[in-house]
């Protein structure tokens, strides 16, 4: 009987330091260091990656006042994220005259510490360029449609 008890209050004990781990670690980190892998958008280790985490996107028109949609939505950040990750490489380059339609950026951010995590700015709604990497990748059709969702709710600059 006294066996039971030491080993069920053992199981007991490493259940709730699990938990309390698992806590810390949602409440201080974005990222979950089980599940994080490390890519062309998410290129440091996941504990750099800290809460608050926010989304800021900027729409830089040719001509016009910038406007910008930030959000701190943890299911909106890990959409684009995703759509970021899935995006292909292209050789598309945009014309040399300059931007068609000017440019949007993306940014991940800390806005406690001002941490900068992620930028990706999409050129001419056709190409991704993060600015990591050289080389430009497709925006998909899944972050196109969400970029044209939130332009209609970003505040001036």
Known sequence: M????ILFSSAL???IIGGIVAWYIHQVYYFNPFTFKRDDVTTVA???YKNPMQMVIVYQ????AATQYTTENRSEMNYVLSQLKEAKPTSYKPPASGLFNGQIWIQF???KNQNDYADAVLQ????????QQVNPVTVTHGLKNFISQKRSTAKPM
């Open 2 to 5: 006294r066996r039971k008890t």
């Open 124 to 131: 001419n709604n056709m190409t991704v360029v993060l600015l």
């Open 61 to 64: 028109p040719t001509h016009g």
């Open 13 to 15: 004990l490493v259940v």
């Open 109 to 111: 951010r800390n806005p």
């Open 46 to 48: 996941w504990n750099v």
